[in-house]
């Protein structure tokens, strides 16, 4: 694919009546000196004679003409103009002609001439695309990154190979401090090292100052104070050095520091290249700090940004304390909602205790806390062959008492009669005894509900005495809420007083409710003190069930918003200054 230069330079043969041969040479700064940039035809051989020429008009800055020789059957002329740029010579176009006199070389080489300021637009045309494609580049390779760090990190590596240095530190300022955030020689470093508080002062010096500073071993920077950065030659080994901010939104932000082992390494284009650079990576470094800082920092970041484009930095201390008291001045006279918050759970208004009305050994368990059951489930059992065994024996009992009163009653023994008639009373009651032990065996659930307390799976075989408590039961209908107030709250809290409810298994259904009573005892738990509250649900939910814990808020009337937001602290103080007082 033929490039602009090329086809440049193809042209200004065309007009040129027997050129044979062309060659475009750029010696810029960047390129080392005679470096080739096209040659007409393309892919043609260029002779020695021609690139000596051209060579020639590039180190002497003028026309350069050698006179007719021998080559391939006719005489040609080589003559070469120097390409120009801001009185600086940065090339040479040269052609083989075939034999001109004096007159007709010269007036070649004006032709020559009327055709560079072409040239050059084309040159600078293709500087803006190779300046462009570097910072799009340089872009790319930052918003590859989310965070601050590893993005100061790529930019300091990418400033490091494009202008040499041995070492680039980029620096931000977090607040009113700088922060070394990334070098290019290194992933890990410590803060608090001589190296990198030599490279902090110096960034500083140039935040300061808000100019780019450049030092060296030969030459000091002028006009600015540098003191810092010729402390930083003398500790780091470098030959130069050169500092420049790094700005958002018309302010510093932070600053990076290049480092080389060459004095004077950093040359005009290079310092345009670097403050181009520095310009485009300033704000692409502040949005990753924007979007890693907290809120509170962003919070901050955006008030400082305000007083600056309205009052200016100098103004921000004052602004801040203005707006601090108009504030505190509103809340002192605006009223609100006042709501005292505490810890809450649900309780069954009624909890049933279902215990073993027999001793024995536990043989079934039916249920375990959380289980919903309804009224005769069976939720254990006992095992009952004892008690089977002594329902046999006393019915048998029974029946022999019975037969014998029979036999009694035939021969008309009257006193045997009245004996065996208590005997088998008392067999009866205590066939009875045996039956009711029988029936008090399982244990059953006396109404709808949910077991709060019992899990009996790991317990099977194992003994139960008369008494033992085997479940807690708590219908689904009734519910109360405990509410923990602080002692400090109290007093605010009166019956008959509404809040909310919310529960952590249900944060998004808050529930009205009604204080009933509150306990006039405090409890001291978990180094707190606390008073009991019972409140009810003004309307019962399905979901519910015992032992859900959630936050309550009772209201307690309105009072003014920086009362509301500052008592409990004021009432701190309080007690703290009563405690310290003789």
Same mark, same amino acid.
């Given at each position: 694919?033929?490039?602009?230069?090329?086809?440049?330079?193809?042209?200004?043969?065309?007009?040129?009546?027997?050129?044979?041969?062309?060659?475009?040479? /750029? !010696?810029?700064? #960047?390129? &080392?000196? +005679?470096?080739?940039?096209? =040659?007409?035809?393309?892919? *043609?051989?260029? %002779?020695?004679?021609?690139?000596?020429?051209?060579?020639?008009?590039?180190?002497?800055?003028?026309?350069?003409?050698?006179?007719?020789?021998?080559?391939?059957?006719?005489?040609?002329?080589?003559?070469?103009?120097?390409?120009?740029?801001?009185?600086?010579?940065?090339?040479?176009?040269?052609?083989?002609?075939?034999?001109?006199?004096?007159?007709?070389?010269?007036?070649?080489?004006?032709?020559?001439?009327?055709?560079?300021?072409?040239?050059?637009?084309?040159?600078?045309?293709?500087?803006?695309?190779?300046?462009?494609?570097?910072?799009?580049?340089?872009?790319?390779?930052?918003?590859?990154?989310?965070?601050?760090?590893?993005?100061?990190?790529?930019?300091?590596?990418?400033?490091?190979?494009? /202008? !040499?240095?041995? #070492?680039? &530190?980029? +620096?931000?300022?977090?607040? =009113?401090?700088?922060?070394? *955030?990334?070098? %290019?020689?290194?992933?890990?470093?410590?803060?608090?090292?001589?190296?990198?508080?030599?490279?902090?002062?110096?960034?500083?010096?140039?935040?300061?100052?808000?100019?780019?500073?450049?030092?060296?071993?030969?030459?000091?920077?002028?006009?600015?104070?540098?003191?810092?950065?010729?402390?930083?030659?003398?500790?780091?080994?470098?030959?130069?050095?050169?500092?420049?901010?790094?700005?958002?939104?018309?302010?510093?932000?932070?600053?990076?520091?290049?480092?080389?082992?060459?004095?004077?390494?950093?040359?005009?284009?290079?310092?345009?290249?670097?403050?181009?650079?520095?310009?485009?990576?300033?704000?692409?470094?502040?949005?990753?700090?924007?979007?890693?800082?907290?809120?509170?920092?962003?919070?901050?970041?955006?008030?400082?940004?305000?007083?600056?484009?309205?009052?200016?930095?100098?103004?921000?201390?004052?602004?801040?304390?203005?707006?601090?008291?108009?504030?505190?001045?509103?809340?002192?006279?605006?009223?609100?909602?006042?709501?005292?918050?505490?810890?809450?759970?649900?309780?069954?208004?009624?909890?049933?205790?279902?215990?073993?009305?027999?001793?024995?050994?536990?043989?079934?368990?039916?249920?375990?806390?959380?289980?919903?059951?309804?009224?005769?489930?069976?939720?254990?059992?006992?095992?009952?062959?004892?008690?089977?065994?002594?329902?046999?024996?006393?019915?048998?009992?029974?029946?022999?008492?019975?037969?014998?009163?029979?036999?009694?009653?035939?021969?008309?023994?009257?006193?045997?009669?009245?004996?065996?008639?208590?005997?088998?009373?008392?067999?009866?009651?205590?066939?009875?005894?045996?039956?009711?032990?029988?029936?008090?065996?399982?244990?059953?659930?006396?109404?709808?509900?949910?077991?709060?307390?019992?899990?009996?799976?790991?317990?099977?075989?194992?003994?139960?005495?008369?008494?033992?408590?085997?479940?807690?039961?708590?219908?689904?209908?009734?519910?109360?809420?405990?509410?923990?107030?602080?002692?400090?709250?109290?007093?605010?809290?009166?019956?008959?007083?509404?809040?909310?409810?919310?529960?952590?298994?249900?944060?998004?259904?808050?529930?009205?409710?009604?204080?009933?009573?509150?306990?006039?005892?405090?409890?001291?738990?978990?180094?707190?003190?606390?008073?009991?509250?019972?409140?009810?649900?003004?309307?019962?939910?399905?979901?519910?069930?015992?032992?859900?814990?959630?936050?309550?808020?009772?209201?307690?009337?309105?009072?003014?918003?920086?009362?509301?937001?500052?008592?409990?602290?004021?009432?701190?103080?309080?007690?703290?200054?009563?405690?310290?007082?003789?």
């Amino acid at each position: 694919m033929e490039s602009p230069l090329t086809n440049w330079l193809a042209a200004q043969c065309h007009w040129v009546a027997g050129c044979e041969a062309a060659l475009l040479v /750029l !010696g810029a700064s #960047r390129n &080392a000196p +005679g470096a080739e940039c096209a =040659r007409w035809p393309e892919g *043609a051989e260029i %002779s020695p004679r021609l690139s000596a020429t051209v060579q020639v008009a590039l180190e002497r800055g003028r026309f350069s003409v050698q006179e007719a020789a021998v080559g391939q059957n006719h005489a040609l002329t080589d003559l070469a103009v120097p390409v120009v740029a801001a009185g600086r010579t940065i090339g040479a176009v040269g052609l083989s002609v075939r034999a001109l006199s004096s007159s007709e070389s010269k007036r070649t080489g004006e032709g020559l001439e009327v055709g560079l300021p072409l040239l050059l637009q084309l040159l600078e045309f293709r500087a803006e695309r190779d300046r462009v494609a570097s910072m799009a580049t340089v872009a790319t390779r930052l918003l590859d990154h989310e965070g601050l760090r590893p993005g100061a990190h790529a930019f300091a590596v990418e400033l490091a190979q494009r /202008l !040499g240095c041995e #070492r680039v &530190a980029v +620096g931000w300022l977090q607040g =009113r401090r700088l922060r070394v *955030a990334s070098l %290019s020689n290194a992933v890990r470093f410590s803060e608090e090292s001589d190296a990198i508080r030599g490279l902090r002062e110096a960034m500083q010096e140039s935040i300061d100052q808000d100019v780019r500073i450049e030092a060296s071993e030969s030459v000091s920077a002028t006009g600015v104070e540098a003191a810092a950065h010729r402390e930083l030659l003398q500790n780091s080994g470098a030959r130069s050095v050169c500092t420049i901010p790094l700005a958002a939104h018309d302010r510093a932000v932070g600053a990076v520091t290049l480092e080389w082992n060459l004095p004077g390494a950093l040359d005009a284009q290079a310092c345009e290249q670097l403050e181009e650079l520095a310009t485009l990576s300033g704000p692409i470094l502040e949005l990753m700090s924007r979007a890693e800082a907290g809120p509170l920092a962003r919070v901050r970041s955006i008030w400082t940004g305000w007083i600056d484009r309205h009052f200016g930095s100098q103004r921000l201390a004052w602004v801040t304390i203005a707006a601090a008291l108009l504030l505190v001045a509103i809340l002192a006279v605006v009223p609100g909602r006042y709501r005292v918050s505490a810890e809450a759970r649900l309780q069954g208004r009624v909890q049933r205790a279902l215990v073993a009305a027999v001793p024995g050994y536990l043989s079934e368990a039916n249920a375990r806390a959380g289980d919903l059951v309804q009224a005769g489930d069976v939720l254990a059992r006992l095992d009952d062959r004892d008690l089977r065994l002594e329902k046999r024996k006393w019915a048998s009992r029974k029946a022999q008492l019975e037969l014998e009163q029979r036999e009694a009653l035939a021969a008309q023994d009257r006193t045997q009669v009245s004996i065996l008639r208590a005997q088998i009373d008392q067999a009866e009651a205590e066939l009875g005894l045996a039956e009711e032990s029988l029936a008090r065996t399982s244990v059953v659930a006396p109404f709808d509900g949910i077991v709060v307390e019992g899990d009996l799976d790991r317990s099977l075989g194992s003994p139960v005495e008369q008494g033992d408590v085997l479940f807690e039961l708590a219908p689904l209908d009734g519910y109360r809420i405990i509410v923990e107030v602080d002692g400090r709250d109290i007093a605010d809290v009166k019956p008959a007083q509404r809040g909310r409810l919310t529960l952590e298994a249900l944060p998004d259904q808050p529930m009205s409710l009604v204080v009933e009573r509150v306990t006039p005892i405090s409890t001291a738990e978990d180094g707190r003190n606390y008073f009991r509250v019972e409140a009810a649900l003004e309307e019962p939910v399905a979901t519910l069930r015992p032992g859900m814990e959630g936050i309550a808020k009772i209201d307690a009337g309105h009072r003014r918003l920086l009362w509301i937001w500052t008592h409990e602290l004021v009432d701190w103080l309080r007690l703290s200054t009563w405690t310290w007082l003789p």
